[in-house]
């Protein structure tokens, strides 16, 4: 074989080496996880609420092995309300080839539920929920704004992960909505846990003097809530597809 026709043979093979190589360089820029700085996204949905308005914790456990001794650090979270997706973001150090997530606490919107509907508006009143005492009132100012009109703030402490939605408060046959944006409006929760509550409303009935002898045969009203639920059903996947979920408490992995 002379040296043209080698030539011939060689140029083709070399330009097949090159564009091979060219392919499998693309190829693996392209396949690598898009996590460079060593952090992982799980993404959540919530599947069995999908006709009730839930509200995520804003934490959830997230570890390398089933007893959860070595949990990855969570560094953010955030939800999407189009498509009801709930993302949260891990930093690891080598990337896993498993991790396993513990089902996290949720609060399920209830409509009508609460039978503690009239809580006398006065220190030391307690609601009941489902027969269990719920919460108890803490406190109860009046402050006159100028002639006729009055703020009432209620304080309350939980017993319960429940918690109250939209309150009411009703002086005789007259029902204040509460001031959902009011200064005085502080809710408190401790490690996700529902703990106190402050809510004011606004009298301006025309009232000429102090009503704080209508506020003490007030009722405090509350029938809608949002109740936390423990281990929900879910399902999760990874933004690295190489990466296994396994959901802890349901003993198997899910995608969406």
Request: glycine fraction near 4%.
């Amino acid at each position: 074989m002379n040296k043209a026709e080698k030539s011939q043979i060689i140029v083709p093979v070399i330009c097949f080496v090159c564009v091979f190589l060219s392919a499998v360089l693309i190829w693996s820029y392209y396949s690598k996880p898009a996590d460079e700085d060593g952090t992982l996204s799980v993404t959540i949905k919530y599947p069995e609420y999908e006709t009730a308005v839930i509200t995520p914790v804003s934490t959830m456990e997230c570890a390398i092995d089933n007893k959860f001794l070595h949990e990855l650090q969570q560094i953010s979270e955030s939800s999407d309300g189009n498509t009801n997706e709930h993302i949260y973001n891990y930093q690891y150090d080598t990337l896993p080839d498993k991790i396993y997530i513990k089902a996290p606490d949720i609060y399920v919107f209830e409509q009508g539920r609460s039978n503690s509907s009239m809580t006398p508006c006065s220190v030391g009143s307690v609601a009941y929920y489902a027969d269990e005492p719920w919460f108890s009132i803490t406190s109860v100012t009046v402050d006159k704004l100028y002639t006729g009109v009055f703020d009432i703030t209620i304080s309350i402490e939980s017993f319960k992960d429940i918690v109250p939605v939209m309150a009411t408060l009703k002086i005789g046959d007259i029902v204040l909505n509460e001031e959902g944006s009011a200064p005085e409006k502080e809710m408190a929760f401790e490690n996700d846990n529902y703990i106190s509550e402050t809510f004011q409303f606004r009298y301006n009935r025309g009232a000429l003097n102090d009503i704080s002898d209508l506020v003490n045969e007030a009722a405090f009203c509350t029938e809608d809530v949002f109740r936390r639920i423990s281990g929900a059903q879910i399902t999760a996947k990874c933004n690295i597809p190489s990466v296994k979920v396994v959901i802890e408490d349901s003993g198997s992995s899910s995608s969406l």
